[in-house]
C-alpha cells in the first residue's frame, strides 16, 4: 500500500494546488539544506528538522490515507460503543477515510491545511482530548507501517 501512495499522482495534485504551501516548504528546505544546488538525497535525521513538510505529509495522508480502512477485528466480549452494543464475536472494521472526513471528528474536512498538524493544533488537540484516535494513516495508528 505504501508504494501505491507514493507512485498516484494524488499527493502532487493536492500540493499543486497551493502555491503558499509549497513556499513555505521550499523555505524550510532552504533552511535546512542551504541555497547552494548540489545532488544530495535527504537524510532521516535532516527531516527531522523539516516541521513543516512533515505536517503536509501527514495533512496529505489525513485527505488521502495509504488504507481506507482498519483490519477486521473480532470482539472478545459483549462491547458498547455509544449507544449501541455489539456482542462477542462481531467483526469491526473502521472506516478511515470517514474518520479523516468526519466534520464531528475535523474542522473544515475538506480544506487542505498542514497547520493542523504543528504542536498546539488540531490534530495534537484531538490526540490528548481521549476522544480515540483521529489519525491512522496506515489503519492502526500513526506509527503503524503499512505492508
Known sequence: MTRQLMHSPLPFIIWSKYTDIQ????QEAIAVFGN??????????????????????KEVMRIAPAATNTTIHRLTEDTEIGSHVFPKGTDIIQDIYEIHHNPRV????????????L??????NLALSGKGMAWLPFGNGAR???A
Open 144 to 146: 503503524h507501517a503499512s
Open 106 to 117: 475535523w474542522n473544515n474536512t475538506s480544506e487542505f491545511r498542514p497547520e493542523r498538524f
Open 36 to 57: 547552494e544546488s548540489k545532488d544530495s538525497i535527504a537524510i532521516a535525521e535532516e527531516t527531522k528538522d523539516m516541521q513543516y513538510l512533515n505536517c503536509i505529509i
Open 23 to 26: 513556499e513555505k516548504a521550499r
Open 119 to 124: 504542536p498546539g493544533g488540531e490534530a495534537e
